[in-house]
C-alpha cells in the first residue's frame, strides 16, 4: 500500500479515491469537491486513514449497512455522507 | 527520448481476478512476472461481483456441467462458442475447490459443503427445473477472491506496478507483442516494460455510457489498446443493461425492488408495463422493461425536468416492508438521491453493466485475428481474459454467475499457454522503435498547451451519445445518427488540452488517456451495433425485432485502422458433446 504517513497533495488524493465500486466514486468525488479543502488537518488525515479500507468495508459503512467501531471513522462517515 | 526499460518474462495489465489468476500460475510456475494495474490492486472492479460463481457442484440440487453448458449457451442466444463454454463449465468445479484451498471463505451449507444459490437462467435436466449453481462467499463474492488473489501473489513474489497506466502495446517487425509503453501515475514519467508474452485482463467499458453500474476506472482500456494495434474488437454491440439504475448515476436496484411488488410509472403517472407485457407486467424479462423505459422515455413521457427517466414506486409497499426485505435499496436511495422510497418514487433509467465483447482470443486465452484464409491467427506474444476479451463464452447475453467463473478460467487457460510459449521463447526479441515512438507521441501530446476544450466536456458528451443512440433502444436511423455524432465528438479530441500541466498525481491527464479509449470503443461499439440487422440477446433492434440465425450466427469484427466491419462463424462444435442448436428462447 503506498504510504500515508505525509500530508497528501490533493492530486494524489484523487487518484486514491478511484475504487473498485461506482458508490465509493461518487462519494469520494463529491466529499474531495465540496468539503475535503476545508477539513482540519487532523480529519484530513482520519481521511487519508480511511481511504486505506477495503472497498466492501467502506461501502457498508457509507450506506449505513454497519458501522465502524473507530469513532474517528464513524466522524468520517457523517462528513462525507453530509457532503453528497 | 530515451526512455527506462524493465523486462519481464510475462506482463499482466489489470490486476482485476482474470490478471491476478493468472498472474498467481505464473508467479508459481517461477516466471518472472509484472502486473501493471492503474489503481491499488485490491480496489479493481472485481470487488463489485457480489452474487457468486458458477460451478456444478450439486450441493443443493443435482447438477453437472453439461447441464450448466446448456444454459449458457441457450443464455448466450447461440452466440457462444460451444468448445469454449464447454471447456468453462468443465473446468469450474476444479477452480471453485482451487479458491477455497487457496482461502476464500465461501459460505456453508449445513453439511458444510459450499454454499450455493439459485441464480436466473439456470437449469437442471437442459431446461428442466430450477437449478442451485452459484457458489457465494456472502455477498462478498468478487472481494473475496480478488484479496486471496492479491495475498496469494504477494507471496508467489509476482511484482505489481501500482498506480501506472499502460498506453500502448509495443511489438517487433514481425507483429510479436513484446509488452507496452505506461506511465507511473504517481510521477508522470513514462516506463516501457518488455515481455515475452503480454496478458490484457482491464475488465469492461461501463463508462461508455452516462448510466452504469460500473466504476470510473472501468474505461476498456486494454480493449483500446488492441484495437489501436490493429487488432479487431468481437461482437461489442452486445452490452448488458439492467433496468432499473439510478437515473443519472446508475447505481444498481435490484430487481428485487419489483418482485416485492414495486411498479414503474410514466411522467403521467400511468403504470406502464401493463401495455408491454399485459400479464407479468413490471416482472418481464429484463430486456423487455429496458425498452419499454426507454420507449416511454423517447415518446415524451419521461419524468423530471429534462424528461429523462422514469419512477419506480415502492411507496404503497408500506414501511415494513421497504425496511425489511429491501434495505439496501432504502440505504443507496437516502445516500445518494436523498429520498425514502418509502414514502417517494426513485428516478429509475436502463443501466450499462457488462460488456460482452471485446478482444477476440481462442479458449486458450491467445488473441486471435483474421489473416489470410484463417479467421483466427494466433497474434504472437498477446493474451486476453476476462471482461476486456471476448471468447466467447457469453456469446449475446451472459449468465449471472458466470463472469466470476470465465475470469478464472481464462485467466488460468491463459497462464497455462504462456508457460508453453515462454518455454519455446526464452529470449527477449528488440521492439520495434517506431512503434514506441508511436506510443510516446500519445502519451506526449497531452503536455501541448494553449486553449482548448475540456476532456470533462468531451467525455460527458461522448457518454450522453452513447445513451442515447447505442443504449437499449436500436434502430438504424437512431443508430446512423449515432455514428455521426460519435465521429464529430472524436474529431474534438485533438483540440482538447489539459489545463493542469503538472506530472505528480496528474489525474486529469489519466483521464484524457481514457478519454481516447472511450472514443475508440464507441465507435468499435456504434458500427457494430448499425450492422447487426436482427434481435439477439442484449441487442435488440425495434426495425428487426426477430433473430436471424441464417444472416447473423457469426461474430462482427470491427477494425479501427480502416474503420471496417468483417465477421466470423461461430464455433458451435463442442469439444466432446454433441451440438446444441439454436432454438427459440424461451424461459
Redesign the interface.
Known sequence: ??GTTCQP?L??L???C??????????FEAFLDKRYSSLSDADKETFNQFLEQ???TLQEW????TAPEDEAMARMVKLI?DA? | MNIPVRRFDTLILGAGGGGLRAALQLARADAHVAVVS???P???????AQGGVNAALANVTPDNWHWHMYDTVKGSDYLGDQDAIEYMCRAAAHLVYELEHAGVPFSRLESGRIYQRPFGGQSREFGGAQATRTCAAAD?TG?AI??TLYQQNIRARTHFF??CFAIDLIHDDDGTVLGVLTMD??TGEPLVIEAKTTLIATGGCGQLYRT??????NTGDGMAMALRAGIPLQDMEFFQFHPTGIAG???LITEGARGEGGYLVNKDGERFMERYAPNVKDLASRDVVSRAISIEVREGRGCGPNADHVMLKLDHLGSDIVAKRL??IR??C???MHLDPVDTPIPVFPTAHYAMGGIPTDRFGRVVMPSGDSPEEVVPGLYAAGECACVSVHGANRLGGNSLLDILVFGRAAANDILGFLKNNRYHRPPNQDCIDKAYERFARWEKRGDGESVQAVRADLKKAMEDHCGVFRTEKIMQEGIDVIKAIRARIPDVRLQDQ?K????AR?EALELENLADIAIATMRSAEARQESRGAHSRIDYPDRDDVHWMKHSLYTLEDDTLDYKPVRTKPLSVETFPPKKRVY
Open positions: 500500500m503506498s497533495g492530486e494524489r484523487r487518484w486514491q478511484r475504487r473498485g465500486l461506482l458508490e465509493l466514486d461518487l462519494l477495503q472497498d466492501q457509507l450506506l449505513g449497512k455522507r453528497i | 492503474k489503481v491499488f485490491t480496489r479493481s472492479h472485481t470487488v463489485a462478498r472481494h480478488l484479496h501500482d498506480e501515475i504517481a452504469t453500474t460500473n466504476a470510473h476506472i448515476k446508475g447505481m434495505p439496501g440505504d443507496t437516502k445516500t445518494f503538472s505528480v498525481f496528474n489525474t489519466v
